[in-house]
């Protein structure tokens, strides 16, 4: 038991050098860096990281926001094309070991979800940082991964929206109906500017318990006639198929305010950001098997 204390006072300790050595370099780095000065002085804008996974996908970070959002590339593209990349506007890039996106994706929410209850998980972090930087595999500076990796620390999943490339069919059949307008990355991350006005959403029940989307509206309408979640249910239904995981569907680019109802109600997996045809509803909630009604 002794033992054990020992060297959990000497992890503790090894990572206060390693933090303070990083601070160090920070500091020395932070008057020649856009990127660093956006970052320690929490200011408005768009710091954007592409990560060359098969596809690619582009972070999108703003620190006076505290918002994310990850963009997955409709195009076949890598670091030697980088121009066929999100039209080569990004700041950083990065090349995982582990380059297929899914399970990169699902690695990075394993570790932004686990880390507080797992700290050794911080030196597997520097350390992959370290053979990438050694390996060439990225362009961010120790002192800009370190303070990065501070402020997406502090985030939740749900603080990330993803946003996926649009489905187009091989037919492309003729409308009037003009396409709904695309939310940027940018837009996403931007900072909300109208907090006062529901978030109107729709609920389908893909769980198959009869009667869970009913329950969730009412439980949502009650919370907005308390003042306790800005919230207006258009209408609920059930969903076509069966779904395991509960998520939440953002049209509108609201992602502040659907981050709160994600908390409020117990979803816990990233908004995703999708286009609508119509602009009846801001988002979508689609309850899965794992959904449990709050108490």
């Not at 970052?39 to 408005?44: F, G, M, S, T, V």
Request: hydrophobic share 40%.
């Amino acid at each position: 038991m002794e033992s054990f204390g020992k060297a959990k006072k000497l992890i503790g300790r090894l990572l206060l050098w390693i933090s303070l050595l990083l601070i160090g370099v920070a500091a020395l780095q932070q008057h020649s860096s856009r990127f660093l000065q956006t970052l320690i002085n929490h200011q408005d804008g768009r710091l954007q990281v592409a990560v060359f996974t098969q596809p690619a996908m582009q972070f999108t970070y703003n620190p006076a926001a505290k918002k994310a959002a990850a963009q997955v590339s409709a195009q076949n593209c890598s670091l030697n094309r980088k121009e066929n990349c999100f039209n080569g506007q990004f700041d950083r890039f990065f090349v995982p070991a582990q380059q297929e996106q899914d399970a990169f994706w699902e690695g990075f929410q394993s570790a932004l979800s686990s880390w507080r209850f797992n700290p050794l998980l911080t030196l597997k972090i520097a350390w992959t940082y370290l053979t990438a930087r050694h390996d060439k595999r990225t362009d961010l500076s120790l002192a800009e991964f370190f303070l990065l990796t501070q402020h997406l620390a502090a985030l939740d999943i749900t603080d990330f929206a993803i946003k996926y490339p649009e489905v187009q069919s091989k037919k492309k059949k003729s409308s009037k109906t003009p396409p709904p307008a695309e939310v940027s990355a940018e837009e996403l991350v931007a900072a909300d500017t109208d907090e006062t006005r529901p978030l109107v959403v729709e609920i389908f029940n893909a769980s198959g318990r009869k009667g869970l989307a009913s329950d969730l509206t009412q439980y949502l309408r009650e919370q907005n006639n308390k003042g306790r979640l800005r919230v207006d249910v258009l209408q609920y239904d059930n969903y076509p198929s069966l779904q395991k995981t509960s998520t939440i569907i953002s049209y509108t680019g609201r992602l502040m305010q659907a981050t709160q109802l994600s908390r409020a109600i117990g979803i816990s997996s990233a908004i995703k950001s999708e286009t609508s045809a119509t602009d009846i509803c801001d988002a979508r909630i689609i309850l899965g098997k794992d959904f449990q009604m709050p108490l």
